[in-house]
């Protein structure tokens, strides 16, 4: 996996997502929740896309 693409492991990822739109980040609306975990994306200043990834709960 190249760096450009590690996922960043957040514990709570509703509540990251809801403090990181409050603060003006550009938050993608979509979020995935399966069994494999939550997913969520944001755009960094650059315009990267960067994927959040909750594990599933016991991981």
């Known amino acids: ?3 450009d693409q590690m ?3 957040p514990q709570r990822l509703g509540v990251l997502l809801a ?3 409050d603060e003006g980040c550009q938050v993608l609306d979509k979020a995935d929740d399966s069994d494999y975990g939550k997913f ?3 755009i960094d200043p650059e315009g ?3 994927e959040l990834w909750q594990p599933p709960h016991g991981q």
């Open 7 to 9: 996922p960043a492991r």
């Open 40 to 42: 969520g994306w944001v």
């Open 19 to 21: 403090v990181l739109r």
């Open 48 to 50: 990267n896309k960067v």
């Open 1 to 3: 996996m190249d760096a």
